[in-house]
Structures are given as C-alpha cells and as structure tokens.
C-alpha cells in the first residue's frame, strides 16, 4: 500500500476535511476538519477503512492531540430532511472549518463534489482518505465522532441495534424499522424499508 502524502502544497497551509454517516438510516451526517503538522508521521494512520474500529479509537485522542487545529460538525437528520444529504454533507464540513482555531489556505475534500467555503481553495480527492494524511485524520475524527454519538442514542433507542449497525441500513435495521416504525432520529426523506421488507 502506498504511502499517504502530507500535503499537496508544503507552503499553503492546508485542511483535510472528511464526512461519516452519508448512506445512514438514522442519525447526523458528522463531518471532521484537520490541520497536521507538515512532518506529522503515524504507522497506523492510513486508509481510515481499512483501520479496525479499536485502531480508530486509538488514533483519535494521538490525531486530537498533535493537530495544530481540528474541528467536527453535525448536521441532523431534520436539516438533512430539508436540505437532502449532498448539501447537509457540505454543510457539516463547512461547519467543521468555521471551528478550526487556525484558518487554513486551502482545503482537502474527499471525494469528487463541494460546495466552495469562503472564498478558500479545495481540492476534491477521490479516496483522498486513501491518500493524503490530513484527509485520512478528518475522516477517522468524523467517523469516531459519530460512531459514539450513535451508541449514545442506542441507549434510548435500542430497538434498532446502533451499537452494532450504527444507523447503516442492515437486514437487521430495516426489519426493526418494519415493526417499530421509525424512531425520532431517523432521516425521513431516505427509504427506510427496503421493497422486499415493504412486500408482506
């Protein structure tokens, strides 16, 4: 596996900016905002899919830490009902870079579509969590984030198993959907039943 790159441009300061929790059921899209040092170095960080949950949780609070700025921003279910998904998923990383402390030059995006944030240069990275170090950081910050606030909202909502699932649309999630019905965080503009669950 390749090596992932630190920068495209060593002298811009530059944020990688990642979602989590786009093709969920239920719950916020989180997106994560990471400025690194140019000489930030990690074995483990790479690819934030291939990394088990347990890496991801150890990555987050060294990522948190030796970061010179990150940020994370949710945009719930109701906004993501108004505004659809693809806009809610810039909206949240938009928000993340408002919080960064430090402001940076240009922007990291991963994948292939953004919406232009304050008059700051992006770049889109198609897998950039596969290739660049700030993006790879944003999106395990974005999907530890989530991840917990999900398992916090299992606790009132057990039903629908999202210490497991985490709000991903499961057999086992829709079928919990199919006989409680929805719960007050799921996204009510996404098909929540699959056609064959909606058949019987």
Not at 101 to 106: A, R, S, T, V, Y
Not at 156 to 169: H, S
Request: net charge positive; aromatic share 8%; charged share 25%.
């Amino acid at each position: 596996m390749a090596e992932l790159l630190p920068y495209i441009d060593a002298q811009r300061i530059e944020a990688g900016c990642d979602e989590a929790g786009r093709g969920c059921l239920a719950g916020p899209v989180v997106a994560g905002a990471v400025i690194l040092p140019k000489d930030f170095r990690h074995e483990m960080l790479n690819d934030s899919k291939q990394l088990t949950e347990k890496q991801r949780q150890k990555l987050r609070p060294i990522i948190e830490k030796e970061a010179l700025a990150w940020a994370v921003a949710y945009v719930h279910h109701e906004e993501i009902d108004k505004i659809n998904i693809l806009n809610a998923s810039f909206l949240a990383m938009h928000r993340a870079v408002e919080q960064l402390k430090q402001q940076p030059g240009h922007l990291l995006i991963d994948g292939n579509r953004f919406k232009p944030y304050n008059g700051i240069g992006h770049t889109c990275v198609i897998k950039g969590d596969g290739k660049y170090l700030p993006i790879a950081a944003a999106s395990i910050l974005a999907k530890t984030h989530r991840d917990e606030y999900m398992e916090k909202m299992h606790e009132q909502f057990p039903v629908y198993d999202w210490m497991k699932n985490k709000g991903y649309p499961t057999k086992a999630h829709r079928a919990a959907i199919k006989a409680h019905g929805p719960s007050p965080i799921h996204r009510m503009t996404f098909r929540l039943l699959d056609e064959q669950l909606s058949l019987f």
